[in-house]
């Protein structure tokens, strides 16, 4: 067992280092939804928001056409709020998996589409 973990995760610091500056945005994006949620949570809010956002964020980054976008993820009352800029395809998939999730009720959809077409506008990869 020890043996696997040494081989999956970064054992020295430097490699510690380099792992999060890579992920260093989804490790933001999941650090302030922690904190958003545990705050939430504390204050009465409810956690069925929470228990939707989880739900949601986990089954974009299980995809493995979703997982490295930058898509702002926030659910609200049972409203999903997705912003960020995507391909058609990609679009679609996202409101799929968003449909799927229990505890969403609507989506407030913020998404744009980019085409493949214009290199110009690159999908930021985090």
């Not at 696997?4 to 650090?31: C, E, F, M, Q």
């Not at 960020?84 to 998939?93: F, N, S, Y």
Request: glycine share 10%; aromatic share 4%.
């Amino acid at each position: 067992m020890r043996r696997l973990l040494r081989n999956l995760l970064p054992t020295s610091k430097i490699g510690l280092a380099l792992w999060g500056w890579r992920n260093r945005y989804k490790v933001l994006d999941w650090a302030t939804f922690g904190l958003r949620a545990a705050g939430d949570v504390a204050g009465g809010k409810g956690a069925d928001d929470a228990k939707a956002e989880l739900r949601l964020r986990a089954a974009l980054a299980r995809d493995p056409m979703t997982r490295g976008l930058a898509i702002e993820v926030r659910v609200e009352n049972g409203v999903a709020t997705l912003t960020g800029r995507v391909t058609p395809e990609i679009h679609a998939r996202i409101q799929d998996k968003a449909v799927a999730v229990p505890g969403i009720t609507r989506i407030n959809d913020r998404l744009v589409n980019v085409s493949q077409r214009k290199r110009g506008l690159r999908l930021r990869m985090v």
